[in-house]
């Protein structure tokens, strides 16, 4: 399916309402959000949610986002909701905001890793609005990315199938993700809000909606549990590297000349960066958008293209280090790590 405008033609809200059952009948199904398609089940069925640790094969203690339809809900899933934590889900829901708040007791512990708080979300895209809404009023669907734990992110219906497919008892199709980052994770420890995940949301809207500075959490701070704080994390199958424009040019004649099949991502023009036009026919080119919201979009779609041409390398070329990249370098950053 193209990306854009999603229509929720008779077919498409057919497969949501029999999605929408599965779920209800304890089944767990793959569906698109504006940030990344999530895997869902039924938030107030534990063994259902238990699938969810099993096929991702995610660690137990790892808490998963809630997604929900209606805000009116919030109380029915958290409880003591500070007033930024208001104030934010009133300016971006539905939108990539996740708000971690005190749980609400009837919140399954494996849906939180065993925590006392909860990570809630009103996702705007149409089928997971549409999904939400079937499934009824006091219901809501716990889920992570849908993807192995430790990988990317599917921004696409055929990213899910492709690592998942056999697993899952349906993936609803809405297209590319128009983000295709995740959503921002933000917490209130002791009245102070800090960003725990830079994502969708910039951190300078997040600002702007408080009137006052956040806190941004440092990569080694142990914060609460956020699976997608491990400094490796988001990681291409293919090893990745990351580098600055002045090493780019060298870094991939040199392995391209040892005969490694390596594929190149760039946002900057490549002629600027004065590689030879004889190289580049052994080497897969990427050209990526040079504005950051366009860059996010096509991010994983990128990565997970490398993956599939069987590549020995990818080189990525640095992005700017200005606040509105700051989402993509830090995915950029956990995906390289494993491989420095
Ligand atoms: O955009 C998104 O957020 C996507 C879509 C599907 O909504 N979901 C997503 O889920 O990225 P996941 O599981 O891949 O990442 C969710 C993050 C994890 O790093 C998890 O640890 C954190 O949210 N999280 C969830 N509940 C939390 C809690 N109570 N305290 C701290 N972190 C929490
Ligand atoms: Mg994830």
Redesign the pocket.
Known sequence: MESGVVRLDDRLQTEIESAADLLLKGGVVAFP?E????LGADATNPQAVQKIYEIKRRPAN????L?IGDMDRLGDWAQDIPEPAWKLAKHCWPG?L?L?LK?NPRVPDCV??G?D???I?I?AHPVALALLKALGPGKAVA????NLYGKI?PTTAEHVRVALKDKVDAILDGGACDVGL??T?I?FDLEVVAV??P??IPVSEIEAILDGPVRLMQKHEP???????LPSHYAPTTPLRLLARAEFADAALRLAGQGFRIGIVTWSDVDSLEMDASLMRHIRHISMPSEPVQYGRKLYAALHQCDQLGLDYILIEATPQKPAWLAISDRLQRASHAHL
């Not at 889920?143 to 849908?146: E, L, R």
């Open positions: 959000t940030t990344v398609y999530g790892h808490p998963l986002i997604h990539p996740t971690i749980k939180t890793g925590q708080t909860v990570g979300r996702p889920a992570p990315s849908a992110s995740e959503s994770i917490g725990l995940r994502g969708g914060a609460v549990r956020v699976s997608g704080s």
